[in-house]
């Protein structure tokens, strides 16, 4: 059974940081890209950024591209959204997802729950 | 700039009814498409992946269709439970994963 639970979110500044984590587990971690995925409060989806399962790769939306820094712990099956800079059009719930097929990259088969991440002064 | 667009933005059937969402890309994508379903206060369910092909545990009702720049998402007989918000996303151009902006759908 695939989990995996998003943490590390809240309340913060204009300007601040925080670091989002996600625990996988349930499947081979180190096989599979990963995703970030956002939901602004009423509003769609906004893919954030991808890596390749082996790191070798990192794509990133325009509109996080220099302030946010996706990473991987395949030792610990951790994936992180460091997050620097923030807006207020960062707000929103934030998702990590598992990349499927596995050592490629392609569509998203399983989501987390979310972690909602604000920024206000 | 990429984009993905989907047409129509909401809509509203009654149960049974044959519902048909568009989504169109930029630029060709082969059948690098995917559908995605988010009902209501609730995380978003792959439905189909590859343009057509269903994922696991998916009811036949959904299907899939399309090529290049232009695609479908069709639920043959609309039941209650298919009220949600469902959105393709490209993933032939890895940056970015674009999402469409997604579709209504009412009862």
């Known amino acids: 059974q695939v989990h995996l639970v998003e943490s590390g979110g809240g309340v913060v500044q204009p300007g601040g940081s925080l670091r989002l984590s996600c625990a996988a587990s349930g499947f081979t971690f180190s096989n599979y890209g990963m995703h970030w995925v956002r939901q602004a409060p009423g509003k769609g989806l906004e893919w954030v950024a991808f890596?390749?399962?082996?790191?070798?790769?990192?794509d990133y939306a325009e509109s996080v591209k220099g302030r946010f820094t996706i990473s991987r712990d395949n030792s610990k099956n951790m994936l992180y959204l460091q997050m620097d800079s923030l807006r207020g059009d960062d707000t929103g719930l934030y998702y990590c997802?598992?990349?499927?097929?596995?050592?490629?990259?392609?569509?998203?088969?399983?989501w987390g729950q979310g972690i909602r991440v604000t920024v206000s002064s | 700039d990429f984009q993905m667009t989907q047409s129509p933005s909401s809509l509203s059937a009654s149960v049974g009814d044959r519902v048909t969402i568009t989504c169109r890309a930029s630029q060709g994508i082969n059948k690098f498409l995917a559908w995605y379903q988010q009902r209501p206060g609730t995380v978003p369910k792959l439905l189909i992946y590859g343009a057509s092909t269903l994922q696991s545990g998916v009811p036949s009702r959904f299907s899939g269709s399309g090529s290049g720049t232009d695609f479908t998402l069709t639920i043959s007989s609309l039941q209650p439970e298919d009220v949600a918000t469902y959105y393709c996303q490209n993933y032939y151009f890895t940056a970015p994963f674009t999402f469409g902006p997604g579709t209504k759908v009412d009862i």
């Open positions: 997802a598992k990349d499927q097929p596995p050592h490629s990259n392609g569509w998203t088969d399983y």
């Open positions: 890596i390749r399962h082996d790191e070798n790769d990192k």
